[in-house]
Nanobody
Protein backbone atom coordinates (compact mmCIF):
# COMPACT_ATOMS: atom_id res chain seq x y z
CA UNK A 1 0.00 0.00 0.00
CA UNK A 2 0.90 3.65 0.01
CA UNK A 3 3.46 4.51 2.67
CA UNK A 4 3.16 7.74 4.64
CA UNK A 5 6.29 9.26 6.13
CA UNK A 6 6.22 12.26 8.44
CA UNK A 7 9.29 14.30 9.25
CA UNK A 8 10.43 17.66 10.58
CA UNK A 9 9.56 17.38 14.23
CA UNK A 10 11.86 18.30 17.05
CA UNK A 11 12.28 20.08 20.34
CA UNK A 12 11.64 23.81 20.39
CA UNK A 13 11.02 26.56 22.88
CA UNK A 14 7.58 28.07 23.23
CA UNK A 15 7.14 30.68 20.53
CA UNK A 16 9.36 28.82 18.12
CA UNK A 17 8.56 27.33 14.73
CA UNK A 18 8.76 24.01 12.97
CA UNK A 19 7.87 22.85 9.50
CA UNK A 20 6.57 19.32 9.17
CA UNK A 21 6.50 17.36 5.96
CA UNK A 22 4.37 14.41 4.93
CA UNK A 23 5.53 12.34 2.00
CA UNK A 24 3.68 9.54 0.27
CA UNK A 25 5.18 6.72 -1.73
CA UNK A 26 2.36 6.98 -4.23
CA UNK A 27 0.67 9.86 -5.96
CA UNK A 28 -2.37 10.23 -3.72
CA UNK A 29 -2.42 13.83 -2.55
CA UNK A 30 -3.57 15.34 -5.81
CA UNK A 31 -7.07 13.86 -5.55
CA UNK A 32 -7.56 13.36 -1.83
CA UNK A 33 -8.21 15.72 1.02
CA UNK A 34 -5.26 15.42 3.40
CA UNK A 35 -5.07 16.28 7.04
CA UNK A 36 -2.52 16.65 9.77
CA UNK A 37 -3.42 14.90 13.00
CA UNK A 38 -1.75 14.93 16.37
CA UNK A 39 -1.89 12.76 19.42
CA UNK A 40 -0.59 13.65 22.84
CA UNK A 41 -0.03 11.02 25.54
CA UNK A 42 -3.33 9.90 27.00
CA UNK A 43 -5.28 11.98 24.52
CA UNK A 44 -7.46 11.21 21.55
CA UNK A 45 -5.95 11.77 18.16
CA UNK A 46 -7.23 15.06 16.82
CA UNK A 47 -7.38 16.62 13.39
CA UNK A 48 -5.60 19.96 13.39
CA UNK A 49 -5.48 21.02 9.74
CA UNK A 50 -6.89 19.90 6.40
CA UNK A 51 -6.41 20.72 2.76
CA UNK A 52 -8.63 19.58 -0.10
CA UNK A 53 -7.64 18.68 -3.62
CA UNK A 54 -8.77 22.15 -4.59
CA UNK A 55 -6.57 23.80 -1.99
CA UNK A 56 -9.24 24.75 0.51
CA UNK A 57 -7.91 24.68 4.07
CA UNK A 58 -9.40 24.38 7.52
CA UNK A 59 -7.88 24.44 10.98
CA UNK A 60 -8.79 23.44 14.46
CA UNK A 61 -9.50 26.41 16.68
CA UNK A 62 -6.49 25.56 18.80
CA UNK A 63 -4.06 26.14 15.93
CA UNK A 64 -5.89 28.67 13.79
CA UNK A 65 -3.70 31.62 12.96
CA UNK A 66 -0.53 29.78 13.93
CA UNK A 67 -0.39 26.76 11.60
CA UNK A 68 -0.48 26.68 7.82
CA UNK A 69 -1.08 23.56 5.76
CA UNK A 70 0.01 23.34 2.13
CA UNK A 71 0.38 20.69 -0.53
CA UNK A 72 2.69 20.09 -3.46
CA UNK A 73 0.98 17.58 -5.71
CA UNK A 74 3.96 17.25 -8.03
CA UNK A 75 6.19 16.24 -5.14
CA UNK A 76 3.40 14.31 -3.43
CA UNK A 77 3.97 16.09 -0.15
CA UNK A 78 1.92 18.00 2.37
CA UNK A 79 3.51 20.38 4.81
CA UNK A 80 2.51 21.96 8.08
CA UNK A 81 4.18 25.21 9.01
CA UNK A 82 3.83 25.70 12.75
CA UNK A 83 4.55 29.09 14.26
CA UNK A 84 4.17 30.50 17.75
CA UNK A 85 4.32 27.02 19.18
CA UNK A 86 2.90 26.38 22.62
CA UNK A 87 3.59 23.58 25.09
CA UNK A 88 0.10 22.23 24.43
CA UNK A 89 1.15 21.60 20.83
CA UNK A 90 3.40 18.84 22.09
CA UNK A 91 2.31 15.62 20.40
CA UNK A 92 3.15 13.13 17.72
CA UNK A 93 2.00 14.51 14.40
CA UNK A 94 0.65 12.33 11.62
CA UNK A 95 -0.76 12.87 8.16
CA UNK A 96 -3.53 10.94 6.47
CA UNK A 97 -6.66 11.34 4.45
CA UNK A 98 -9.33 13.42 6.11
CA UNK A 99 -12.16 10.95 5.72
CA UNK A 100 -11.51 8.19 8.23
CA UNK A 101 -13.19 5.69 5.93
CA UNK A 102 -10.35 6.32 3.49
CA UNK A 103 -7.47 6.33 5.95
CA UNK A 104 -4.25 4.78 4.81
CA UNK A 105 -2.04 2.85 7.20
CA UNK A 106 -0.58 5.34 9.65
CA UNK A 107 3.03 6.31 9.44
CA UNK A 108 5.28 6.52 12.47
CA UNK A 109 4.54 10.19 12.91
CA UNK A 110 6.98 12.88 13.94
CA UNK A 111 7.42 14.07 17.50
CA UNK A 112 6.94 17.74 18.29
CA UNK A 113 7.97 18.82 21.76
CA UNK A 114 7.51 22.41 22.88
CA UNK A 115 9.13 23.46 26.13
CA UNK A 116 8.02 26.37 28.27
Amino acid sequence: QVQLVESGGGLVQAGGSLRLSCAASGNIFSINAIGWYRQAPGKQRELVATITSGGSTNYADSVKGRFTIARDNAKNTVSLQMNSLKPEDTAVYYCNRVNWRNWLPWGQGTQVTVSS
